[in-house]
């Protein structure tokens, strides 16, 4: 009643807090994907894959911030980068026999089941 009393009705409108103040300037952030595309193995990372942990490593080591690998997360999604899931396929993975099997031997093999090979467990 005070507040009204003192500041009028619109003193009593919800006023939303407005969080803690960043920890990295809009400029460093945008400078992060400057930064991620160097590739992580630059920075000393094995395979060329980001995660969001190795990404608050990189965050820390650059600007002496620290971030959880889940607000990391947060932070890539506000600079306009979203997850992906790598294409993992093997490096020695032969594409002749690969195909091979799939046009010769899998046909056969599915030609191969008949009726009284079937076993039933009833």
């Known amino acids: 009643m005070k507040r009204a009393r003192e500041a009028g009705v619109e003193a009593l409108r919800h006023k939303s807090g407005s969080g803690p103040k960043p920890r990295l300037s809009i400029e460093q952030r945008t400078l992060i994907p400057t930064l991620l595309a160097k590739g992580a193995e630059y920075y000393g990372f094995r395979g060329n894959l980001w995660t969001t942990k190795r990404i608050a490593i990189v965050i820390e080591r650059h600007f002496g911030v620290h ?3 889940a607000h990391v997360s947060r932070l890539l999604i506000e600079i ?3 997850p992906q899931k790598p294409l993992q396929r093997a490096t020695q993975r032969d594409e002749a026999a690969i195909k091979a099997w799939r046009e010769e031997r899998w046909p056969a093999l599915k030609k191969g089941l008949r009726k009284r090979d079937e076993l039933s467990s009833g």
Do not use: C, E, N
């Open 67 to 69: 971030y959880h690998p």
């Open 80 to 82: 306009g980068w979203s």
